[in-house]
């Protein structure tokens, strides 16, 4: 079992920038791939970015550019900088760790960028 935290969210004004944390705790194993979900009221939760413990790194086209995900492997935790944030980026977001056919998510972080 992986437990997961995140934080970070919160309330910004378009332009403006936030970094999410999402602290992994239990049986992690090596090999392991980390990643940021969102989802808006009414839509489907999405990829964001994700990123394998060997640093390999995935983006959405929408934040390539203004987003980085990173992760510190001996602290077990992955961050995600989000910079000229726009209002469309308004969504619950989630951690979420995967290994092999095991994977275990976050409970969410509210982001909330304001025109």
């Known amino acids: 079992q992986v437990q997961l935290v995140e934080t970070g969210g919160g309330l910004v004004q378009a332009g403006g920038s936030l970094r999410l944390s999402c602290a992994a705790s239990g049986n992690i194993f090596s090999g392991n791939r980390m990643g940021w979900y969102r989802q808006a009221p009414g839509k489907q939760r999405d990829l964001v970015a994700d990123i394998t413990s060997g640093g390999s790194t995935n983006y959405a086209d929408s934040v390539k550019g203004r987003f980085t995900i990173s992760r510190d492997n001996a602290k077990n935790t992955m961050y995600l900088q989000m910079n000229s944030l726009k209002p469309e980026d308004t969504a619950v977001y989630y951690c979420?760790?995967?290994?092999?056919?095991?994977?275990?998510w976050g409970q969410g972080t509210q982001v909330t960028v304001s025109s």
């Open positions: 979420k760790y995967s290994h092999l056919l095991y994977s275990s």
